[in-house]
């Protein structure tokens, strides 16, 4: 029993939460989530000021006063137009989407990075000189479904697609890019048996 204040990443968020909710509200009804989507920066400074309890974000993270404790391993997929080129591959190789143009996240989330990571020479997508920044996955499949193109999003994402919209996704060749989800607490953090409940329910 008590409160636990959680911080999720958005690319997270949608995918993970729900299920861990319900099944969090119902074993234990003295228990008080409260949970905000935010950034990783956002994420980190509110651990530190003590605005939060835990996060649950992609790392490694290089902070000396937050501890990582890594849940699981999440695969990268790509989601591509049925206009594209790379559409009748099986798999993707990250050097086939260096002439693609990919839909990104804005700068300030993490999964950002990791795509830039993946396609290195990678140019992000301008139709008629439009830049779109999103903070949404759901709004990335979008700009594909509709302006073609192609995005990288985290294999979870899956579970909300239709049969249709699974028909566009294509794994990557092995090694597979993948992103390290971990729940993540100050070092001075004390609500261990509440932290324990909340792992417990994610894996």
Known sequence: SGELKVGIIPTLA??????????????YPGLKLLIWEYTTEDIIHHLKTGVLDCGLLATPLVEESIIEDPLFYENFVTYISKNSKLFKKK?????????ENI????????????????????????????????????????????NNGATIIPELALAELSNKQLGKIRPFKTPEPVREISLVTHK????????????????
């Open 14 to 27: 949608p995918y993970l939460l729900p299920q861990v909710i319900s099944s969090m509200m119902e074993k």
């Open 103 to 146: 839909w990104l996240l804005n700068e300030r989330h993490c999964m950002r990075s990791q795509v830039l990571n993946i396609c290195r020479t990678t140019q992000e997508n301008r139709l008629q000189g439009l830049t779109y920044n999103t903070g949404s996955v759901e709004t990335l499949i979008k700009m594909v479904d509709i």
């Open 91 to 99: 798999a993707i190789d990250p050097e086939d989407l260096e002439a």
């Open 188 to 203: 001075n953090f004390i609500k261990k048996r509440m932290l324990n409940a909340f792992k417990e329910e994610i894996m």
